[in-house]
Antibody, heavy 116, light 106 residues
Framework: EVQLQQSGPEVGRPGSSVKISCKAS????????MNWVKQSPGQGLEWIGW????????DYAEKFKKKATLTADTSSSTAYIQLSSLTSEDTATYFC?????????WGQGTLVTVSS | DIQMTQSPSFLSASVGERVTLSCKAS??????LDWYQQKLGEAPKLLIY???NLHTGIPSRFSGSGSGTDYTLTISSLQPEDVATYFC????????FGAGTKLELK
């Protein structure tokens, strides 16, 4: 069974960084691209970017190129997203989602709260 | 960038009713359109991919159609467990979600 288990809620101070993890199981981690999606409180969904764990290649939505950094550790089958220079606009739930023919599998989401 | 407009934003319907949700793209997206269901406090769940393909395990009362810029998700007979917000996603050029349709029971 494919599972994506994300790390717990984070609180970050304005200007700081946070790093969220997404541990994959039930499939070969390097066989599928991992995406990240943002959902702001009471808002819709925004695609942040993807990483190909096999090659480490990444691509980002223009809006997130200076905000998010995607990495992957193949030894632990874990994908990461680091969010930098946090502002109140970054307060949101962040999801990892595995892509095959669509975003068929999602993590449970990680709430990031930016607060001083 | 491709913009996705969903309508209506909010819909109230009765159990057993046929429900139609719409999604309009700002340009042709070549049927690269998926539908997701999100219940409160949960991750989105894939229902339909590439316009009209039912994802594994999704009940057959859900169906999708469309082409070009206009796409539709239909629930043939609304069930209580279908109360949720529904999002469309275009994958023709990068990825853009619609703002969602919140579906409740009348």
């Amino acid at each position: 069974e494919v599972q994506l288990q994300q790390s717990g809620p984070e609180v970050g101070r304005p200007g700081s960084s946070v790093k969220i993890s997404c541990k994959a199981s039930g499939y070969t981690f390097t066989d599928y691209v991992m995406n990240w999606v943002k959902q702001s409180p009471g808002q819709g969904l925004e695609w942040i970017g993807w990483i190909d764990p096999e090659y480490g290649s990444t691509d980002y939505a223009e809006k997130f190129k200076k905000k998010a950094t995607l990495t992957a550790d193949t030894s632990s089958s874990t994908a990461y997203i680091q969010l930098s220079s946090l502002t109140s606009e970054d307060t949101a739930t962040y999801f990892c989602a595995r892509f095959n023919y669509a975003f068929a599998y999602w993590g449970q989401g990680t709430l990031v709260t930016v607060s001083s | 960038d491709i913009q996705m407009t969903q309508s209506p934003s909010f819909l109230s319907a009765s159990v057993g009713e046929r429900v139609t949700l719409s999604c309009k793209a700002s340009q042709n997206i070549n049927k690269y359109l998926d539908w997701y269901q999100q219940k409160l406090g949960e991750a989105p769940k894939l229902l339909i991919y590439n316009t009209n393909n039912l994802h594994t395990g999704i009940p057959s009362r859900f169906s999708g159609s469309g082409s070009g810029t206009d796409y539709t998700l239909t629930i043939s007979s609304l069930q209580p467990e279908d109360v949720a917000t529904y999002f469309c996603l275009q994958r023709n050029s990068w990825y853009t979600f619609g703002a969602g349709t919140k579906l409740e029971l009348k």
